[in-house]
């Protein structure tokens, strides 16, 4: 089922998620759903708060359009480990439509979490999965990746949001 997607300023995408307890059977079949949203929206990670699900989820694809889908389902994750290296990337929300602006991150992270059968894993990432760990890991804290720009820079991408919404709204009308 394709769950619809937060955008900010939405409050829930400010709160901080909570731990997933270790007797919750709602996870797989929400699991399921975010990816399935994620895919259709063309995006490359989704977490639970911007489906306004405050739970400590994670769904990460990486994989290009013309490579096998890779799914990675993380419950829980935390960073145990990174890299001093950082290095400033071009980055993008499904919660922030169609704004891109570059953040620094961690060049490589390790993150411990729970798979969908909650077995404890280990991940190691560079490039484009490092990025996308970190950005999603933020998500689970209520934090959104313009947070990591410029007050400026900020602005300027919420009038932009603004002004195509209103743009939408009046095709909508009309
Ligand atoms: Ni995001």
Do not use: W
Not at 48 to 77: S, T
Not at 78 to 83: A, G
Request: include cysteine.
């Amino acid at each position: 089922m394709k769950l619809k997607i937060l955008e900010i300023p939405h409050p829930l995408l400010r709160e901080k998620s909570k731990e997933v307890e270790r007797n919750d059977s709602s996870i797989k079949k929400l699991l399921e759903d975010m990816l399935e949203t994620m895919y259709a929206a063309h995006g490359v990670g989704l977490a639970a708060p911007q489906v306004g699900i405050l739970k400590r989820i994670v769904v990460i694809d990486v994989a290009r359009e013309d490579e096998q889908p890779h799914p990675l389902f993380l419950v829980n994750p935390q960073i145990i480990e990174h890299s001093e290296e950082t290095e400033e990337c071009s980055e993008g929300c499904l919660s922030v439509p169609n704004q891109f602006a570059p953040v620094k991150r961690y060049v490589e992270v390790t993150v411990q979490y729970e798979d969908a059968d909650r077995n404890m894993k280990q991940i190691k990432g560079d490039g484009l999965l490092a990025i996308a760990l970190q950005h999603e890991i933020d998500h689970l804290d209520g934090i959104v990746f313009i947070d990591h720009l410029s007050k400026l820079r900020q602005k300027m991408i919420l009038k932009r949001l603004e002004k195509n919404r209103k743009r939408k709204a009046m095709e909508e009308a009309e």
